[in-house]
C-alpha cells in the first residue's frame, strides 16, 4: 500500500510523469505494464482489481497476481525502496 501512495503522488506531478513512463518501459514487460496501470488507475484514476483484470486481459486472477507481484518487486527494486 505504501508503494502504491508513492506512485500515485508521482504521477500526479506531470514533470515526473514522463521519468515513470520510461521506467515503466524499461523495466516492465508490456503485460507488466499493462497490470500494474489497470491495477493502479494509471490510465485513467480507476482501480481495477485482479478479477476485473483478468477478464478483461483474459488470463487468469492468479496469473494477474503473479505478473503483479513480479512488476513491482522490479520497480521497487529500481527505485531501491
Do not use: P, W
Request: overall charge positive; aromatic content about 8%; hydrophobic content about 40%.
Amino acid at each position: 500500500i505504501y508503494f502504491v501512495t508513492i506512485i500515485k503522488k508521482l504521477v500526479e506531478n506531470r514533470y515526473l510523469l514522463r521519468n515513470i513512463n520510461d521506467l515503466f518501459t524499461e523495466i516492465l514487460d508490456d503485460r507488466e505494464q499493462q497490470v500494474i496501470a489497470l491495477r493502479y488507475g494509471l490510465y485513467d484514476n480507476q482501480e481495477l482489481t485482479q478479477k476485473e483484470i483478468s477478464n478483461l486481459l483474459h488470463i487468469s486472477r492468479s496469473y494477474v497476481s503473479r505478473i503483479e507481484k513480479k512488476a513491482l518487486l522490479k520497480l521497487r527494486s529500481a527505485l531501491c525502496v
